[in-house]
Nanobody, 118 residues
């Protein structure tokens, strides 16, 4: 089992910045990727960014150049630095960990609200 605890959401004005954090605990040795998804009201959950164990990173087109994902392996924590925020970035952001331990497992955090509004 892997537990994920997120922090860092909140209210920010358009053009502002926020940094989300997600700390993993439990069977962290089984994790091979960590990332962030988001879900806006009335919409499906969508991938924002993912960071693989080997260091490769993938971003959704709508955040390229504005968001940066990073990992601190010593702290078992993944971050999402969000700059130049837009109202359409408003959503609940979920941390995700993909793990392999005899089979594929998907773990989710509880979600953190990000609201971009003036």
């Amino acid at each position: 089992q892997v537990q994920l605890v997120e922090s860092g959401g909140g209210l920010v004005q358009p053009g502002g910045s926020l940094r989300l954090s997600c700390a993993a605990s439990g069977s962290i040795f089984s994790i091979y990727a960590m990332g962030w998804y988001r879900q806006a009201p009335g919409k499906q959950r969508e991938l924002v960014a993912v960071n693989m164990n080997g260091g490769s990173k993938n971003y959704a087109d709508f955040v390229k150049g504005r968001f940066t994902i990073s990992r601190d392996n010593a702290k078992n924590t993944v971050y999402l630095q969000m700059n130049s925020l837009k109202p359409e970035d408003t959503a609940v952001y979920y941390c995700n960990a993909q793990a392999y331990f005899g089979g594929e497992y998907d773990y989710w955090g509880q979600g953190t609200q990000v609201t971009v509004s003036s």
